[in-house]
């Protein structure tokens, strides 16, 4: 399976996503796009072990997603169950799931809260 996870830091419609991860395999590719640019930057490639980079960074919206996406069919119809209804900012982002059946399922987020901070709300 392979995630495309794409991060708008604001609301607008046709705008390019300013950040771009790709998840297949345990690899992360990441793009990103700052002001002003009209190329992305990729970024140094990452190999996950355990879901998290060499540096500590731990991606814990991959692994609840993947966990998620294996136990619930309709893992997309209930984004606030990932935190969304607690963002206020402006951003929002897109996950993208392309199974090996070519098959493309998707799901709009306000922005992801880490599960041990929802928990708290």
Known sequence: MIILKENYDYICIGCPADYVVIYIDSLLFS???EDHQTEYTKQPIITLRNFED???YFYDD???LIQEIR???KWYENPEKF???YC???GHTLYTVIFPSSKIES???RCWIP???RDKK
Request: proline share 4%; glycine share 12%.
């Open 83 to 85: 935190g969304t209804d």
């Open 31 to 33: 793009y990103r796009l």
């Open 107 to 109: 799901m709009y987020m």
């Open 54 to 56: 060499s540096d500590g």
């Open 88 to 90: 206020f900012d402006g």
């Open 115 to 117: 599960k041990e901070d």
């Open 62 to 64: 991959f692994l609840e």
């Open 71 to 73: 136990a619930n069919p």
